[in-house]
């Protein structure tokens, strides 16, 4: 029998500051990565002051983790310890794996008006997969199919497949699915997620009903329960939202700010390395 998800719980994205002085919201991450495995933390950069993210993520480290980040408005210069240097425009991903270790930076420039809107994501990598060679993926906006469904939905098929059309993302380990939902006033989206998969949704726009009783707003996440399909029903306003879900890693997780490991002595190990300037195993050390 089918059964409709139902919330687990519902976040509210809080204020916080990264980087160098970056203001964003976090949806979760730092003390319920546990609840959201294999997903270990969601930020919601998106601003009209460019005080706020101007600033930037200037070089810093990473393992073990993926890192994605989606644009909706604005640039974002990047460069890493491959060598590779660019810019994440409006609509485009930076499917990031870290691996064995990446340094890189991110420089939020927003656009002519001032606005910089955009997420990222991490996600968790396996135990068996955490030394393994980093590895970069941009997508341009073009390169990322959308669907409309009957119900006259909008679907951006970033990883994942709506309708049997499939996003560019593939050969992901927690085989991932992220998908951006515009629902019309008054419509449903309803989609089919497997049971054994942690699921959730963040608002991003208007609002709705996204599980039974559940109505979500602007910068509000819910958490789904077990189930096989989530329904998002759209209030008089429209909701546009993210619907991210992955296949759980069960795994113990050491983690110590940009990265995360599976034991203490593994973490030690990474800013050990880090100081004595063996961190990179693949590439090199970018000039600062």
Known sequence: ????????????????????????????????????????????????????????????????????????????????????????????????????????????????????????????????????????????????????????????????????????VEGIVIDPEYLDVTVPAGAEFTHTIDPDRTAFAYCIAGGGEFAPEVPLEDRQACLYAAGDHVRVRAGDDGVRFLLVSGRPLGEPIAWGGPIVMNTADELREAFREYEEGTFVKVGSVPER
């Open 1 to 168: 029998m089918s059964r409709r998800r139902s919330a687990q719980a519902v976040y509210d994205a809080r204020p916080t500051i990264e980087g160098a002085g970056v203001r964003l919201r976090r949806v979760f991450g730092f003390g319920n990565e546990h609840a959201f495995d294999p997903f270990l933390m969601l930020d919601d950069f998106r601003s009209d002051a460019p005080a706020d993210f101007v600033p930037g993520f200037p070089w810093h480290p990473h393992r073990g983790i993926e890192t994605i980040t989606y644009v909706l408005r604005g640039d974002v210069e990047h460069g890493d310890s491959l060598g590779n240097r660019g810019v994440i425009g409006s609509g485009d991903v930076q499917w990031m794996t870290a691996g064995s270790g990446i340094i890189h930076q991110e420089m939020p420039q927003g656009d002519d008006g001032g606005h910089m809107w955009g997420f990222q994501l991490w996600a968790n990598l396996p135990a068996a997969e955490k030394m393994r060679d980093p590895r970069y993926r941009g997508l341009t906006g073009a390169g990322i199919p959308s669907v409309v469904t009957e119900s006259g939905a909008t679907v951006r098929v970033i990883a994942g497949e709506v309708e049997g059309v499939r996003g560019p």
